[in-house]
């Protein structure tokens, strides 16, 4: 019997926590969805263009365009490569998101990421670039 609440706590425990961060995964694909679609609309409004100009070049339709740019599609591969194709960007450029992100932290969080994940030489040259694009009074 103790056995079997031990099994049912821990099967439990791990619910929760898939719960919890299939939760978490969710919210955060959502944002990256968001931040794709903003994205997008700032590529075509550098064009000039209308939701429409740009499914007209893309072959797509303006709705979808619209849909995508409010984050409320999930867009495919194909997709993505007929806007980048339509917008004559890298389909790289498309996820570019530094400049559609507007919450400080997010951002203070990705340069975080980029840091950690440098050796310390290039930490030091980091460092010596943001003192000279950032002089210290």
Not at 14 to 37: A, D, P, V, W
Not at 39 to 62: M, P, V
Not at 69 to 77: D, K, M, P, T, V
Request: net charge positive; charged share 30%.
């Amino acid at each position: 019997m103790v056995l079997c609440q031990m099994i049912k706590t821990q099967l439990w425990g791990l619910s929760y926590f898939k719960t919890s961060y299939n939760l978490h995964m969710g919210k955060q694909i959502e944002n990256e969805r968001l931040l794709l679609g903003r994205r997008i609309r700032s590529l075509r409004n550098i064009k000039g263009w209308t939701q429409e100009e740009l499914g007209s070049h893309a072959d797509l339709s303006y709705k979808f365009i619209g849909e995508i740019e409010r984050g409320q599609q999930n867009s495919s591969f194909d997709t993505l490569v007929k806007i980048a194709t339509a917008l004559k960007v890298d389909i790289l450029e498309l996820f570019r998101f530094e400049q559609e992100t507007i919450d400080k932290t997010v951002v203070e969080n990705r340069i975080g990421r980029i840091v950690k994940g440098l050796p310390d030489e290039d930490v030091r040259r980091l460092l010596m670039v943001l003192r000279v694009l950032y002089p210290v009074v």
